[in-house]
């Protein structure tokens, strides 16, 4: 098993703050990305919300938990509005410049502003990796964004056969 990343607690999109240790005896799909992110994120978010199908009553011992990486403009009002147009169980975490950059360097995310403006206003490059973590909190896979979703309900199931 790897080790990697570690427990951490930034704000959720409640405004409350959220301990990830609080997920112990879950299975953990976690992502950074942001709100005005234009076609990783939405597709990323909707593989999610299918594999939560694909799982059906097991999905409930699966939480997807999204790490904004854009602090300055997804505040926990634009965090709670974009999750809810998906169909997942999903925990909204945000928090301030240091808090986001901490935690992304501790899963080796890459991140930071694009010189390419949109209409949305500034791009933000990202690592587009979901890491799947266990229910004791130890990385089990690195999905990348052509596993397709029923690769990784298969995965879930894997990891929840072992725990």
């Known amino acids: 098993k790897l080790e990697f990343g570690r427990d951490f607690v930034l704000t959720d999109q409640h405004g409350r703050r959220f301990d990830t240790a609080s997920l112990r005896g879950k299975v953990i799909f976690l ?4 709100t005005t992110c234009p076609d990783a ?5 909707s593989k999610l919300a299918r594999v939560d199908a694909l799982l059906g009553e097991k999905g ?3 939480q997807t938990v999204y790490v904004s990486v854009d602090p300055e ?15 997942l169980p999903v925990v909204g975490l945000t928090g301030t410049v240091e808090e986001v950059k901490d935690v992304a ?7 930071g502003k694009s010189d390419e403006e ?5 791009l933000v490059d990202h690592t587009t990796l979901v890491y799947l973590i266990d229910h004791q909190g130890t990385l089990r896979y690195l999905s990348h964004p052509e596993d397709s979703p029923e690769v990784l309900a298969g995965l879930v ?3 929840l056969t072992e725990g």
């Open 60 to 62: 409930r011992r699966v």
């Open 41 to 45: 994120c939405p597709m990323t978010l």
């Open 157 to 159: 199931r894997k990891v």
């Open 31 to 34: 992502f950074f990305g942001y």
């Open 105 to 111: 360097g501790d899963f080796g995310v890459y991140y």
């Open 118 to 122: 949109t209409a949305a206003g500034y």
């Open 73 to 87: 403009r997804d505040t926990v009002e634009k965090l709670k509005t974009y999750l809810s147009y998906y169909t």
